[in-house]
């Protein structure tokens, strides 16, 4: 039999022989890896543990001897080895093994266990492990810190396991042990006082608590707490007391805030009794919120106030049972342990009893789910009781008319008066851009302020941009003081141990979401199952910010994004496909309603799709989703090229109409380099690369994309990618002032199409052309061929065609001198723009129109047509509306604002090389841009 042990000396024993285990350092570190086995401990912080702050020159090869020698040493005992990983190194063995990790194995099932003497033999088994000091034979600043937290946890235990001594009558056991000493020893002096009581001492018992209130006056100027006055007061009565619980924490002194929550609870928790719920995400102050309003309001409750911390939801310990909640709950009402019946059904019953007739309030701290606080429940109705948790108890506010108050995080005010009230607001006042980021950076999570508030309190003299940016490269490292009660990954980790393993699953690959929200269906599809949405809404951990949309905190997604990064690759495959499957599906759906005239774009995709039931629904889905297929599309892995190259090829129209060029580049070329040379997919990608780069006007990169486009569909005869490239290579040329090259190309462009036999391609082809007679002045030849493209269109019943025709009729007839038919197709054309969020199409019409009229009213239509450019980053259109923003003000005696809009046309003209440059450099006397 092998045992690894620490808690005395570090030894290894094999078949009751110890081996021998070298010199100290070598100690140290199988002393470090027995403290995590299971779990690889990089080398950076193997080094750090084991010398400190005065490591040898060459540590990493003192570390790499030393472990060498520990492998040989331990390759002889079954199950015991040390492996290599990346990082650092791992001792594989059975926890059990390792007298620390058995210890608390034990003490996790003692304070589970309801049998009180078989919790009681497993406290016993589990202190008998102790040999000593543990790592007695060791001297580090970490030792000393291990050891510190070890003997911590060594008396806790020693104490929890005399409560239980006392509740099953072994109170002779208690009285055996040392007399407790020292200022920390308030509860076994408690218990050594009921010992001898219970023992039939009670002179003894009162002398002994003369002396401890003695020692607390001198040493702590205190006065005992209240178990040792209840104790105190039950001694002097014979033990039939019937006390008045106060057993409230104090209030947070840096409460602040909450002022709405605080008033809801009291229209929640009258004084005739009632139940309400705190719920909310870890870290939000649910205990802070439940504590300031309890003790503020005690004067309601004349009876008293139980509080139990339930630890539902704790990093470092086990749920406490609610049976040993409602003995604590008994022995605060004045029950000797002796009185307490056996059974957990009797014990709820004598406290339903006991609680019957009094105004108490009871607040119960941290509960895990319904199930853990029924048994609290008081038995009258004149008690109220004040429940938070991080789950939103559905079953408590169903079955037993609680009141609920979802808490959400602290909006900026309140953040800020919080972070002020804990540094000071002159700190803040210091640097105001660093206490901006740092409220940015926390969301409004409480617990975040504080540690945040804490970390410079322990370091007054750092500045605050230093911990800004130290919360930009690396938050969640950042937000830990280093113990669990302060750490947000333990806060985050304790909700996600709380779930089942499905919903634990679905938590996880929310990580894989690029973006901050995302909806049902998505969701479902993710997940593999609808149901994990609910559960995690429930455990709040997801919220449903928005009908259908569910998002997380940003920090609890940086959480959710490091568990599912260490999760097997294929897991993370197979859930990112069905969730691209899910887009392309429903991309498709919601462009086929969209842009119903051109199928012929768009790839086919296999799955359920939906229906949408009208070509505005489809557009909001669209606009709801882009940002995340998009996120989605341009961080996929390798193996889902194919994914990536249907849904460019998908979302190419709607991206275009809707002028999101910055993004439709991004998804373009992510797709132009998945796709394979030769082929037609990269033909359809390089043209939308081409054609985001015209309207963000770098037209060089995008003549050269198009140029190979051109060839590649000349060489594989493909009339509809021909059709599409030369129309684009047209328009570069006709932006620059190459009339005969772009007609050339419009022709050729118009030709291919009508080869597709796609009426749609056709009329694309002659609107284009039409616009090109009236860019060279032929009015009435542009008039003819744009009302031949209208006539497809309304056959088609072609919205999207329609509309541009109308827009460019507008222009023609302004042109012939038409201005009130000009005006009308104008209108026309701006509100099917606007009803179908066609920005591309709003931009230029506006800035058509705007050419049309003079004054005020022509400075308000360019100035609309410069806003819409600027945001989506048109170069031409905005030049356009600069150029005639720069005209109407210089008419109207504006001359520096005239100034103003024509020199930063020319800068725009100029990066074009379009022919409107010597217009504009002549309106500003000749400058150069």
Not at 3 to 19: D, N
Not at 282 to 311: C, E, I, M
Not at 354 to 365: E, G, K, M, Q, S
Not at 483 to 511: K, N, P, W
Request: proline residues 5%; hydrophobic residues 45%; aromatic residues 6%.
């Amino acid at each position: 039999m092998v045992e690894l042990r620490v808690l005395g000396a570090v030894e290894v024993v094999a078949g009751g022989t110890r081996l021998d285990i070298g010199h100290a350092r070598q100690r140290d570190v199988l002393a470090v890896l027995l403290l995590d086995v299971g779990r690889a401990v990089p080398v950076d912080r193997l080094i750090d543990r084991v010398w400190g702050e005065r490591p040898p020159r060459q540590p990493r090869n003192s570390l790499y001897a030393y472990v060498s020698r520990l492998r040989g040493l331990l390759s002889a005992l079954d199950g015991v080895a040390i492996e290599r990983r990346r990082d650092g190194y791992l001792l594989v063995a059975d926890p059990l093994v390792v007298d620390v990790h058995r210890f608390e194995s034990l003490l996790g099932r003692a304070r589970t266990t309801e049998d009180d003497h078989a919790a009681l033999a497993l406290y016993d088994e589990a202190l008998a492990l102790w040999r000593g000091t543990p790592l007695s034979d060791l001297d580090s600043p970490w030792v000393d810190d291990v050891r510190g937290e070890l003997e911590r946890k060594r008396e806790a235990a020693v104490l929890d396991r005399d409560d239980l001594r006392l509740r099953t009558g072994a109170h002779a056991a208690v009285l055996a042990q040392p007399v407790p000493d020292g200022v920390g020893g308030e509860r076994a002096a408690a218990q050594r006082i009921e010992a001898l009581f219970l023992d039939g001492r009670p002179a003894d018992a009162l002398r002994e608590y003369e002396r401890v209130r003695v020692r607390l006056a001198d040493e702590l100027g205190t006065d005992p707490g209240p178990r040792l006055r209840s104790l105190h007061e039950r001694i002097l009565t014979g033990g039939d007391t019937g006390p008045e619980p106060r057993q409230l924490p104090a209030a947070a002194p840096s409460f602040s805030g909450r002022t709405a929550e605080l008033a809801a609870l009291d229209r929640m928790l009258t004084p005739d009794g009632a139940v309400a719920v705190i719920s909310g995400a870890g870290g939000l102050g649910k205990t802070w919120l439940a504590v300031r309003w309890a003790t503020g309001h005690a004067s309601r409750f004349p009876d008293g106030q139980l509080y139990v911390d339930l630890r539902g939801f704790d990093p470092a310990h086990e749920p406490v049972p609610a049976e040993r909640a409602v003995r604590g709950f008994l022995g605060a009402l004045g029950v000797a342990s002796a009185s307490i019946p056996s059974e957990p059904e009797g014990q709820a019953a004598l406290y339903r009893s006991l609680t019957a007739r009094r105004r108490l309030l009871v607040v119960l701290d941290n509960a895990r789910d319904t199930r853990h606080v029924t048994p609290l429940l008081p038995g009258g109705p004149s008690c109220s009781v004040l429940i938070t948790s991080r789950h939103e108890l559905g079953g408590l506010l169903t079955t037993h008319g609680a009141s609920a108050l979802p808490l959400r995080t602290l909006d900026e005010d309140q953040a800020r008066e919080l972070l002020a009230h804990k540094l000071g607001a002159a700190r803040l006042a210091a640097e105001p851009e660093a206490a901006q980021e740092i409220l940015d950076q926390c969301g409004g999570l409480a617990l975040a302020l504080a540690i945040v508030a804490a970390r410079v309190a322990a370091q007054p003299q750092r500045r605050l941009a230093a911990l800004a940016a130290e919360l930009r490269e690396s938050r969640l490292d950042a937000l830990d003081t280093g113990e669990l009660a302060a750490s947000l990954r333990a806060v985050f980790d304790a909700s996600y141990r709380s779930l089942s393993v499905g919903a634990a699953t679905a938590f996880r690959l929310l990580g894989l979401v690029p973006t901050e929200d995302i909806e049902r269906a998505a969701a479902a599809a993710l997940f593999g199952d609808a149901r994990a949405v609910r559960v995690l809404c429930a455990a709040h951990l997801l919220e449903e910010h928005q009908p259908g949309r569910f998002r997380m905190h940003d920090l609890v997604k940086l959480y959710a994004a490091e568990l599912v990064a260490a999760d097997d690759p294929a897991t993370r495959l197979a859930a990112s496909t069905r969730l691209f499957d899910h887009y392309l599906c429903w991309a498709s759906a919601a462009m086929d309603r969209f842009s119903p005239h051109e199928p012929y774009l768009r790839p086919d995709v296999n799955g359920p799709r939906p229906l949408f039931a009208s070509g505005e629904a489809a557009r909001a889905w669209l606009d709801a989703e882009r940002a995340t297929m998009v996120a989605l599309a341009t961080s996929a892995p390798a193996a889902l090229a194919g994914h990536v190259v249907r849904l460019s090829a998908t979302l190419w129209r709607y991206l275009y109409v809707g002028a999101h060029h910055y993004e439709a580049l991004a998804l373009h070329t992510t797709a132009l380099a998945l796709t394979g040379p030769g082929t037609r997919e990269r033909g359809f990608a390089g043209h939308a690369v081409g054609k985001s780069l015209i309207f963000l006007g770098r037209f060089d990169a995008a003549a050269e994309q198009l140029e190979q486009t051109l060839f590649l569909a000349l060489e594989r005869g493909d009339d509809l990618l021909e059709s599409m490239a030369r129309n684009s290579i047209a328009t570069i040329a006709d932006h620059r002032g190459h009339r005969r090259a772009a007609r050339e190309q419009y022709d050729l462009a118009l030709a291919a199409a009508r080869r597709t036999g796609h009426a749609l391609l056709e009329g694309i082809a002659l609107c284009n052309i039409g616009e090109h007679h009236r860019w060279c002045g032929d009015h009435r030849k542009a008039v003819e061929y744009l009302q031949r493209s209208g006539r497809i269109a309304e056959d088609l019943g072609s919205a999207g065609l329609g509309a541009p025709v109308l827009a460019a009729l507008g222009s023609a007839y302004a042109g012939l001198g038409r201005p009130d038919e000009a005006d009308e197709h104008f209108r026309r054309a701006l509100d099917f723009a606007r009803a179908g969020g066609n920005t591309n199409l709003e931009v230029t019409a506006l800035n058509d129109l705007a050419a049309t009229k003079t004054g005020a009213e022509a400075i308000s239509l360019y100035e609309k047509a410069l806003a819409l450019a600027r945001r989506s980053g048109h170069l031409r259109e905005r030049a356009v509306a600069q150029h005639g923003l720069g005209v109407a003000h210089r008419v109207a005696g504006n001359e520096a604002e005239a100034v103003s809009h024509l020199e930063a046309a020319l800068v725009a003209y100029t990066e074009l090389r379009a022919p409107e440059a010597e217009e504009v450099r002549v309106l500003l006397g000749g400058r150069e841009s």
